[in-house]
């Protein structure tokens, strides 16, 4: 077992439908989409600790295994306890030196936009 795997727990992605109201524009919802596991974790570097002070609610490092692959934008739930995160960075692929595969991104605690706040 990799140490990052004793972090990982079940997060699920969140997408947004949307669908014809009737009235020539759309509305939107948020769907569950697929699951994966991920080890998220509160960024507590002077850079991150510089984001929040300027406002960010809090930046995290989110670690999966290789085949779980996420976009920036993409939004997920951490199951274990509802935490909603949005992806703010895509990462560049596992360094050279690693002996496992593995993606890695910057994170923001997130919430679900109000109809029309998009």
Known sequence: MRLFDSF??????IERRRVPDGEGGWLTSWVDGPTFEA????DSTTGGRVAEAQGVTGIYTVTT???AVLAFHDAFRREEDGALFRVTKVNDSTPD?????FNQYQAESWQLPKDGDE
């Open 65 to 67: 295994d290789a085949n």
């Open 8 to 13: 990982k727990k079940t997060c699920t992605l």
């Open 97 to 101: 030196v690693a002996s496992f595969e």
């Open 39 to 42: 080890a998220v974790v509160l």
